[in-house]
């Protein structure tokens, strides 16, 4: 999350309503936009969040994309046993 915070790009896995969803998350607008338009996501369907800092507190302007379905990235089982802050936690790189 904190890779978010500082303008990466985070892809945060977990489970909604029974069913695994991704978020793509940043707090860099412009940045997530870009890499959506070179991926193929719409920008329609970006979404205003804003999330609380985990080292500050404060909460702070975030947007994301709701992954699914047939975008959910496969699970890379190098990402199940990272340390904790090793950079490879599901965070994308350009």
Known sequence: MTHAMDGGLWLHRHIWKGE???HLV??????LVDFGNAVGLRESRLQYK???DPRTGQRREAWHWD????VYPPLDPRL???PEGDGTNGSLSE
């Open 50 to 52: 804003p999330l609380k």
């Open 67 to 70: 992954l699914g379905g047939p």
């Open 80 to 82: 199940l046993n990272a």
């Open 20 to 22: 695994p969803l991704v």
């Open 26 to 31: 940043s707090t860099d607008r412009a940045r």
